[in-house]
T-cell receptor, first 110, second 112 residues
Framework: GQQVMQIPQYQHVQEGEDFTTYCNSS?????IQWYKQRPGGHPVFLIQ?????EVKKQKRLTFQFGEAKKNSSLHITATQTTDVGTYFC??????????FGTGTKLQVIP | EAQVTQNPRYLITVTGKKLTVTCSQN?????MSWYRQDPGLGLRQIYY???????DKGDVPEGYKVSRKEKRNFPLILESPSPNQTSLYFC???????????FGPGTRLTVT
């Protein structure tokens, strides 16, 4: 079945440093979504990428979808303490099932 | 307010005692899904539903049942819970399987 891996599993950064999490799928994806889960909270949708090579930005967050539509990344510039949480990618293959990545837990040190 | 609600939020039960976790959404969404979240494993899909009376297995359906008799409700049933089903469960809904999912607040289940 479809597998989606994320690296790193954990990341501690000093406030102001950049952060990147990578998502890799075993199969080609129709689309990929990114979610953020704050500690003790539920996942909240951030963005969806559909096209090969697509790049989208939300303020300090940059999302990329690979040319082969098998990988994606989320980059945060100049992290802030409000960025703390776990970031998940979620990929959809050719069917209705959605496979979430294992998540990257980000800790920002003030 | 658009939302997904789950009940109960916390539940401690014993092995073999049937339980139901309810999920309801007020956004008229067609697609609903159940996930379990375990440390290091991310969110794993248990079951999903494309519409009323249409359900299908996700990646980890063993030991679970679902039903979709009404569009707004998607209960998760554990007929005979076991300790390995101790987890954090999330219900989610979306207007279609290709769209963003809205998650409920979660249900923390402990099976002893």
């Amino acid at each position: 079945g479809q597998q989606v891996m994320q690296i790193p599993q954990y990341q501690h950064v000093q406030e102001g440093e950049d952060f990147t999490t990578y998502c890799n799928s075993s199969t080609t994806l129709s689309n990929i979504q990114w979610y953020k889960q704050r500690p003790g909270g539920h996942p909240v949708f951030l963005i969806q990428l559909v096209k090969s090579g697509e790049v989208k930005k939300q303020k300090r967050l940059t999302f990329q979808f690979g040319e082969a539509k098998k990988n994606s990344s989320l980059h945060i510039t100049a992290t802030q303490t409000t960025d703390v949480g776990t970031y998940f990618c979620a990929g959809r293959g050719g069917y209705q099932k959605v496979t979430f990545g294992t998540g990257t837990k980000l800790q920002v040190i003030p | 307010e658009a939302q997904v609600t789950q009940n109960p939020r916390y539940l401690i039960t014993v092995t073999g005692k049937k339980l139901t976790v309810t999920c309801s959404q007020n956004m008229n969404h067609e697609y609903m899904s159940w996930y379990r979240q375990d440390p290091g494993l991310g969110l794993r899909q248990i079951y999903y539903s494309m519409n009323v009376e249409v359900t299908d297995k996700g990646d980890v359906p063993e030991g679970y049942k679902v039903s979709r008799k009404e569009k707004r409700n998607f209960p998760l049933i554990l007929e005979s819970p076991s300790p390995n089903q101790t987890s954090l469960y999330f219900c989610a809904s979306s207007s279609g399987h290709i769209y963003e999912q809205y998650f409920g607040p979660g249900t923390r289940l402990t099976v002893t």
